[in-house]
């Protein structure tokens, strides 16, 4: 096991004009289960193949634990691409189909039986190890395929979207399986996803791309509860975050007919007279008081039980703009009521218009 | 059927609509469901036949679908050898309106079949090398266009019977990525181990099912792989130096390729400034140097050995009635082998026959007939009788591989195989 660290890594690809990765500089400690998380070609895959060695480093490092792996080929980084392909022997029984890579690799006998044996009990295998493949369930099938990853005993497991092929149903279920799993391995993992519900999930930390930069790292709360800027604000929560133009006034900024108090560091330090204001639909208060907050109207109302989420919009700086509210499930109102909204104290984020960077500090919630 | 289905298809073949698209392809009737060999699969795959011909048909996720039938797309537009994308179709619903998956459809190569299906009984050591050999020039291909395959194996290609080698094809993109500035040397490196531990490991799996020979040893064959990516690389992109003396190496050069089956389409010369070295690296190769000049002289369409084998026997044909250094035109005496020689032999195999093997293969075995009955008779035995020779002793008694029809089966291809448990066995001695 070990830590692995990008310093300053750049990729540039060939006729490109802009970087794929621009200066990446992480530091993934040993052990931890890292998500790099962003939409399409953000630089998340690109990042993680220069992890593997199958993307030139045009510029910077990358080093597995103390080790500066630049320029080794992919099979001496010791890293291991856990389902790149997971295609099971029908002739070999579990314990060949987990073992057979370390044969190739001249592992010994002895060891390749107890490497085989600790990977079978950690994945609730034993009892399965003469068996055939065919006999196996879906999600055994699966555990022997991680089980082929596992008794290499590799520094680093590197997952590329690995549930991308799954059905819903199967995806949530292996999510919490390689969660779990990796924490009772405490091998240092990186795990490339498109979806935020996965990283959120998954990840004891995050790492956010956009257009090859870095925009924050941190624990999925950090993320979720200090966004440092507009993108991850608006990336992270499902559902998103509302984000509005709003100007300043003296105390606050302006909520359709409220004004809501900010940080005094937020009006000084902002550019110009308005600011991005972010509130996440579950910091959104519903009020009957017509003079209070944003006036909107409802378009739908998705029911979810005990709560529920309102779909509405309103006029917003001139502009049509959707809102999303958490409500209570069993009161709320109707599809083209107008209601008001107002953020919960001390619930709102607030961001640069120009640089779309943080104004206020972090909300700590209980 | 389902208000919704999606149907993508670059050709669009109406017979499409008429499959059973509302029930799950394992439920598919036998009369729709074609039988095949079988190989390893992921996914349910299974053959079916449409409008004369047969299609693979791959369950799989809408978007993976999509996907791999653009790869496929592309790479046939890149000249690469791969399966025949027909067709994507989802938004299939079953009778309760419940939705089913997605599925890839795909044409069915005729006379192509999957390692396991390229031998009878055992697999020998040297076949086994003829297949790696073989994947390791399509993995060459598809790295030289930009394309990192991601599961390299004898599983994911079809291999057609190619006068005694094998032509590969690709026929699972699903992991594949198409770079456009190329590979780096990590993902051709990292390709390559894949290829290396997979092959090792279905070897492996042959040899706990007792199909291949004693002396076969998986993990050398597979290593091999290696050494044959790595010599044709360097042949077909490696820059050499040698002093501007010494200029008939270039010709060199081209013949090589041309030997290995290659043309270079574009060969970068550079001097140094005094003019005393040169350097050249070939820029642009293409595969399929003796097809090309198949086709060009007969029309025929061949895989590049049987091309290569074809060419042979037209040379010394051309030599035959070449008369004291007569200058004879190519063309002229390749139309005059083509109805002299090679159609009426086509021709000859009787009409029940002609499923067994492609014509080009069954020339191409047949020379190798005349040979071993001259050596053996110590005799230049006539085409017409080796012919009789081989029809009644060697083609009759083959099976049939065009497509292999009968019997229908309920279930062809299942994601893994089916196989006894041996529970009296300790696992530790088979890890």
Known sequence: MSSVTFDNATRLYPGGTRPAVDKLNLDIADGEFLVLVGPSGCGKSTSLRMLAGLEEVNDG?????????????PKDRDIAMVFQNYALYPHMTVAENMGFALKIAGVGKEERATRVLEAAKLLDLEQYLTRKPKALSGGQRQRVAMGRAIVRQPQVFLMD????????????????QIASLQRRLGVTTVYVTHDQTEALTMGDRIAVLKDGLLQQVGTPRDLYEAPQNVFVAGFIGSPAMNLFTADLTEGGVTFG??????????????SGKQVTVGVRPEDIVVSTDPGAGLEVVVDLVEELGADGYLYGHSEVDGKRTDVVARVDGRLHPSIGDRVHLIPAHDHIHAFDVESGERLNKAIVTA | MSASLSITSATVDPALLDLPWNLPLDEWP???IASLPKGISRHLVRFAYLSGYVIAVKETTTEMAKGEYDMLRTLQRLDVPCVDPVAVVAGRMDDDGDSLASVLVTRHLRFSLPYRALFSQMLRPDTATRLVDALAVLLVRLHIVGFFWGDVSLTNTLFRRDAGAFAPYLVDAETGKLFDGGLSNGQREND?????????????????????????????????IVASYRSLWKELTGSEVFASTERWRINERVQRLNELGFDIEELAIRTDEGGTTVRIQPKVVDAGHHQRRLIRLTGLDTGENQARRLLNDLDSYSATVARDGQEVDEEQVAHEWLIRVFEPVVTSIPRDLRGKLEPAEVFHQLLEHRWFMSQREQRDVPLAEALTSYVNDVLRHRRDEATVINPPTESITLPVDVVDDEDDVDWRERV
Not at chain 1, 61 to 73: S, Y
Not at chain 1, 165 to 173: E, H, T, W
Request: hydrophobic share 40%; glycine share 6%; charged share 30%.
């Open chain 1, 61 to 73: 490092r990358i080093l597995i634990g103390d080790r500066d792996v630049t320029d080794v080929p």
């Open chain 1, 161 to 176: 979207e690995p549930l991308s092929n799954l059905d819903a149903k199967l995806r949530v279920q292996t999510r919490t």
């Open chain 1, 257 to 270: 007919a409220s004004v809501v108090p900010v940080d005094r560091e937020v009006l000084s330090s902002a």
């Open chain 2, 30 to 32: 036998s009369e729709t």
């Open chain 2, 192 to 224: 390559l181990e894949i290829a290396r531990v997979n092959i090792a490991g279905e070897l492996m799996d042959l040899q706990a099912g007792g199909r291949v020979e004693d002396e076969l040893d998986p993990v050398e064959v597979s290593n091999g």
